[in-house]
C-alpha cells in the first residue's frame, strides 16, 4: 500500500488572534497520517503566535517575522520554511473540514500533478461577496476529476483572466517544488497573487479537483481581502497577472496570445485608472503602468535562468 503523502500545512498569520484557534484545531482534527504545522505570524501585535504555541504538537513550529512581509511575502516566506513537498494554506481566518488534507494529497497519485483543488462552503454578511463568489469552479466549462492544466489555463486567458477559479489558498494543495520553479506568490500583487500562482504552479502539468466542500472561507468586512477592494488597492493587479502569463515561456502558446490580446484592453484600461487615482500619485501610477511589460519579461527571464 502506498503510504500517505507528506503534507506541510502553512498558517500564515496577521493579527488573527481571535481565530487563529479555530483554523488549527480544524488542521489538528484531520485524519491524514503526516502532517507538518507551519504557522508564521507576519509581525503582529496581537496574540496570535502565543495562542498558537499553546495549541500545537512536539515537532509543529511557530515562527514570527522580524518585521512584516506582507501577505504575499509571509505566504513566501511559509514556502521557504516548508519541509514536505506538499504544501497546504490555511488562512488564519479560515478552516479545514473533516478529510480535507487525505482527500486533496490522495490526488496527487502521478508525478506530473502539480495541483489539486475543492470547493469551499463561503461564511460572510456580504451579499455581493456571497453572490459573485460562492461558487468558482462552475466558471470552467469542461471540469473533471484529473485536468490539463494548460487547458484550464487557456480557457481562464480566453475569457479575460478575471477574478479567481481555483479559490483562495485554503482550497488548494500544490507541491512546494514547483512554487519553487515559479517564483513563488507575486509580491507585488496586492489581491491576485494567489491565482497567478496557480496558473504558474501548474503550467505543463495537471490539476486534480475532488468535487466536494473542503474548507471554509470566513470573509467580512473585516478581512484583508475586503479592506483591499474597499480602498482599491487591487487595481493594477489583473494587466500585471496577464503581462506575467505572457512572458512566461512555460505558459501554453494560447494562453500567451491570448493575454496578448488582453493586454490591447487591460493596459490601456490600467493608465486610466492611474490618471485617476489620488493626485498626489497618478504619476508614480502612470510610471508603473508604463513599465509594467518589461519588468514582467524581466522578472520572467529572471526566473526562467534561475530554473536552467
Known sequence: MTPAPSVTVCIPLYHHADTVERALRSVLEQDHDD??????DDASSDR?????????????????????LGAAGNHNRCIELARNELIQFVHG??????????????????????????????VSDDPEFLRWCSVLHHRFRALGTVNRADDLITEYMLRGALNNWFGEPTSVMFRRSHAVRAGGFHTEMVQSFDMDLWL?????????????????????????????????????????????????????????????IWTLNSHPLSMVYALRGPRGQRLRRLRLVLALPFHEFARARRLRAHRD
Not at 471554509?216 to 506575467?244: F, Y
Open 35 to 40: 502532517v507538518e504545522i507551519l504557522v508564521v
Open 48 to 68: 496570535g503566535a502565543e495562542i498558537a504555541r499553546g495549541l500545537i504538537r512536539d515537532g509543529d513550529r511557530v515562527v514570527v517575522n522580524d518585521v512584516r
Open 200 to 260: 504558474h504552479v501548474s503550467a505543463g502539468g495537471r490539476i486534480t479537483f475532488v468535487d466536494r466542500e473542503l474548507s471554509v472561507r470566513h470573509h467580512t468586512g473585516t478581512t484583508l481581502s475586503a479592506a483591499n477592494q474597499a480602498e482599491w488597492k487591487e487595481w493594477i493587479d489583473r494587466p500585471r497577472l496577464i503581462w506575467a502569463v505572457v512572458a512566461d515561456s512555460a505558459m501554453p502558446w494560447r494562453a500567451r496570445l491570448y493575454g496578448a
Open 93 to 122: 481566518d479560515d478552516e479545514l473540514l473533516p478529510g480535507a488534507l487525505s482527500s486533496l494529497a490522495a490526488t496527487f497519485t502521478q508525478a506530473d500533478v502539480a495541483m489539486a483543488f475543492a470547493p469551499r462552503r463561503v
